[in-house]
């Protein structure tokens, strides 16, 4: 758990430092409708799903649909102010999976081992006169309160360790099953999400799951607010995406 998180962090401080001089990639293609495509570079990819709150919708500002910001792998967006290559903030526009239900979808590269979701707002920044304590927004307070953001979503792969959901499901022993199926004959436990489980090496983490086609669900309880740049950001969860009950009309996913 230490070496990926140490890594992720690196790796940021290296896009972060690359982004200050304006480093020039590979752009990412959009299709018809200005939503993400990978490029033609992205070899794999992982399709993931964003369940956006109805109450992240502001018909003033034109919110209907999620974005989604990533600054490190393939197909970078750009820095907030978009001097650098790549959409600046709020970054890429997702494609629609369902627009009644607010389900959103992106073929993410499998390298990005973050991301953010969004509204698709830009509110801009806040900034706190030292002096006076007055506070001043880019493009007013309203459109800055209506932007709407997940905290930093780790995307790439969960072990065990990384989060207490899995940890703790089947009474604690989710990922010894899962690696039990994995390297047995035996892939009942894993579901018809065999292809998630893998061993990773790299840092010697053991029994591994990436999140192609699971789905992230905020939690509504889990918001904290950036004491720097007054953002409200939200928590929450990937989940196994089970896809539409035919009966009650409604998407399913758990664990």
Do not use: H
Request: proline share 3%.
């Amino acid at each position: 758990m230490s070496k990926k998180l140490i890594s992720i962090i690196l790796s940021c401080v290296l896009v972060l430092s690359l982004a200050l001089v304006g480093v020039i990639g590979v752009s990412a293609a959009v299709d018809k409708d200005g939503r993400y495509v990978p490029s033609e570079g992205v070899k794999e990819t992982n399709r993931v799903y964003f369940l956006m709150p109805e109450s992240w919708k502001n018909e003033k500002y034109k919110a209907v649909e999620a974005g989604a910001y990533w600054w490190n792998g393939s197909d970078p967006c750009g820095s907030v102010d978009g001097t650098s290559v790549g959409p600046a903030w709020p970054g890429y526009k997702m494609q629609v999976a369902d627009a009644d239900a607010n389900l959103f979808y992106i073929d993410l590269p499998s390298d990005v081992p973050v991301i953010l979701f969004n509204n698709n707002i830009n509110g801009g920044e806040r900034k706190v006169d030292k002096d006076t304590g007055k506070t001043t927004f880019e493009f007013g307070e309203e459109q800055f309160k209506a932007a709407k953001q997940t905290m930093d979503v780790t995307c790439q792969y969960y072990s065990e360790g990384d989060d207490e959901y899995y940890d703790n499901m089947a009474d604690g022993e989710f990922w010894a099953k899962a690696q039990e199926a994995v390297e047995g004959d035996d892939k009942t436990f894993l579901g018809n999400f065999q292809k998630n489980f893998f061993m990773e090496t790299e840092y010697d983490l053991g029994i591994s799951m990436n999140f192609d086609n699971m789905v992230y669900v905020i939690d509504p309880n889990n918001t904290s607010v950036n004491e720097v740049s007054g953002k409200e950001t939200y928590g929450g969860n990937f989940y196994f995406f089970y896809g539409k009950n035919e009966e009650t009309g409604k998407y399913e996913y758990g664990g």
